[in-house]
């Protein structure tokens, strides 16, 4: 079935470092592919998305580019702030599924000051 | 802005109550779910609803969980009997088609502490 993988964490960082947090997909249709922000005690907010290959979503400077050949979903973003600590989840809906959403396991990014 | 509303906020029941969680999907929306969030991990699909029946449901969705629609704004989710293992954070979400590029809106969520 459909799954998505991400990069376990926590992961730590100093304000103004370069972000990566891998995601990588299974899917057996043509999925559309998301991240996802949860800020302490809150939902989860669309944080971008794209829903072919070789697209970019992009939104607060992050960015993620749709790789097929790869299957990946990689969220970058070139300088954090502490504001964007927060836990980050990607997720996938495939039209072969019912176009249903699964995410990943989340990775939760500190920045400190 | 339109949002998805839950309540309550926190629920604290006692094993083997029911609980019901209440949601409000954004008006216009078609698709609404139910996720799970057990503290600390993945989110996990328990439920997708959309013409007033239910079009899937995870492992994870067995006869202790239902779904409902009583009117035409709220969305349902009962746990008929609890246990200590369904303490979770529930998210309500809606969605306005089912098509795959469209995001899923998620409400604050329910705290449920199961005791």
């Known amino acids: 079935g459909d799954s998505v993988t991400q990069m376990e964490g926590p992961v730590t960082l100093s304000e103004e470092a370069f972000l990566t947090i891998n995601c990588t997909y299974t899917?057996?249709?043509?999925?559309?592919l998301f991240w996802y922000v949860q800020y302490p005690g809150e939902g989860l907010q669309l944080l971008l998305k794209?829903?072919?290959?070789?697209d970019k979503g992009s939104n607060k400077g992050f960015e993620a580019t749709y790789r097929k050949e790869t299957t990946s979903f990689h969220l970058e973003k070139g300088s954090v702030q502490v504001s964007d600590s927060a836990v980050y989840f990607c997720?996938?809906?495939?039209?072969?599924?019912?176009?249903?959403?699964?995410f990943g396991a989340g990775t939760r990014l500190t920045v400190k000051p | 802005e339109p949002e998805v509303t839950q309540t309550p906020s926190h629920q604290v029941t006692q094993m083997g109550q029911e609980v019901i969680l209440r949601c409000v999907p954004i008006?216009?929306?078609?698709?609404f779910y139910w996720y799970r969030q057990i503290l600390g991990q993945k989110v996990e699909f328990l439920v997708s609803?959309?013409?007033?029946?239910?079009?899937?449901k995870s492992e994870i969705f067995d006869d202790q969980f239902s779904v409902e629609r009583p009117d035409g704004s709220n969305f349902t989710l009962k746990i008929r009997s609890t246990k200590l293992e369904d303490s979770a954070m529930y998210f309500c979400a809606s969605r306005i088609m089912g098509l795959a590029g469209d995001e899923q809106y998620f409400g604050p969520g329910t705290r449920l502490t199961v005791t």
């Open positions: 899917a057996t249709g043509y999925p559309s």
């Open positions: 008006s216009n929306h078609l698709y």
């Open positions: 794209a829903t072919k290959a070789d």
């Open positions: 609803f959309y013409n007033n029946e239910i079009s899937e």
């Open positions: 997720a996938l809906s495939d039209s072969a599924n019912n176009n249903d959403m699964r």
